[in-house]
């Protein structure tokens, strides 16, 4: 079964045929970087703007790519939220016509349940039904959260930020540094220039009940909140400006910086793990290095199974959209048809 996946949530063009699930064919990423790189962040109407300039080629090289003809696509797959609106609408507006030209299903896809499924794209990643029940952690620049996975399709939060994600606090703390954007990696690499992670212990935080409001089925202990630790950095910068007096250098700050959210994320998600015999990491946060290596020691310490999605597959792609299709029940024409954008959309 071949599908054709559509990815345009935020400032990623994509497009990907995957097979049975399983096999990537073709896997087209367009990046919007430089676009927004001026503004320090994702502006949505540049998004829009370059999704429609760039889909219609992205999804021509996605097929010619996959070695395959428009009429050999079995079915279609888009992302409907949660996201930019503006983005979402374009996706689904060229899903939408591609399903009336070729007479294809077209299957929505969640967001963040393509994200836990990137785990399991590839032919060395085990069937996603042979390590459940597990654990979750899928972190990215938009959304921080930790779920049960029951089976494929159920899912129990447990846990989320209650305010910034830990991508954004990334970019926000790589802005302040004067690093740049985006602010993961730009953290990343100025952390591995010999930076000390214990120059500046920044904090942790920790939200209670009596700070936020959370659902019955959410435990406070399996929780996020990272907008604390920013307005730490910008008042430590302010009173200490790197490199003067002696003061923590930016290589220094950096990696404290990461440190205190890496293992904020790491602590947490320990504290959720419980029984659970597998922990599945994903998200492209999940790239960070530092992030990796704490994870994979806790792994062999406690002897739990880490999955990581393949670094393609860890930032907004389509090859996890169109792999998650083949495990959903095709819709008729006209429920294709009536799928609409839902930025919001809840998960879990």
């Known amino acids: 079964m071949n599908i054709l996946g559509i990815e345009t949530s935020c400032d990623e063009t994509s497009a990907a045929v995957v097979r049975d699930g399983r096999q990537v064919l073709s896997s087209i990423v367009h990046s919007q970087i430089a676009a927004h790189r001026p503004y320090g962040g994702v502006v949505p109407e540049i998004a829009s703007r370059q999704h429609v300039e760039h889909l219609p080629e992205v999804l021509a090289e996605a097929v010619r790519g996959a070695g395959l003809e428009w009429s050999q696509l079995d079915a279609l797959a888009v992302t409907y939220g949660p996201g930019l609106a503006s983005s979402l609408l374009v996706g689904l507006a060229a899903a939408k016509g591609l399903a009336l030209r070729l007479e294809r299903p077209l299957i929505g896809i969640h967001h963040m349940e393509a994200h836990l499924y990137s785990a399991f794209l590839g032919p060395k990643a085990p069937a996603w039904e042979s390590v459940m029940p597990c654990l979750a952690l899928i972190v990215s620049g938009g ?35 004067g690093l740049g954007y985006p602010g993961g990696p730009a953290i ?17 935080g920790f939200p209670r009940k009596l700070h936020a409001r959370f659902a019955d089925d959410v435990d406070p202990n399996a929780c996020f909140s990272f907008s604390g630790i920013k307005t730490a950095l910008l008042y430590h910068l302010r009173k200490y400006p790197p490199g003067r007096d002696g003061n923590p250098a930016v290589a220094d700050l950096a990696a404290s910086y990461q440190e205190a959210i890496v293992d904020t994320l790491v602590t947490r998600t320990l504290t959720a793990l419980g029984r659970n015999e597998t922990l599945v990491v994903a998200g492209g946060v999940s790239l960070n290095r530092r992030l990796r290596e704490l994870l994979a020691a806790a792994a062999a310490a406690r002897g739990f199974r880490l999955l990581l999605a393949e670094p393609a597959y860890c930032t907004d792609n389509a090859a996890m959209v169109a792999g998650l299709a083949a495990h959903k029940q095709s819709p008729t024409l006209a429920e294709s048809l009536a799928l609409d954008a839902c930025p919001s959309v809840e998960f879990g």
């Open 188 to 204: 990343d690499r100025a952390a591995r220039e010999g930076g000390n992670p214990g120059a500046v212990l920044f904090p942790r």
């Open 143 to 177: 959304h921080t959260l930790l779920l049960n996975v029951e089976a494929p399709g159920r899912y129990r939060l447990i846990g989320q930020t209650v305010d910034d994600a830990a991508g954004e606090a990334f970019d926000k703390g790589a802005s302040l540094l």
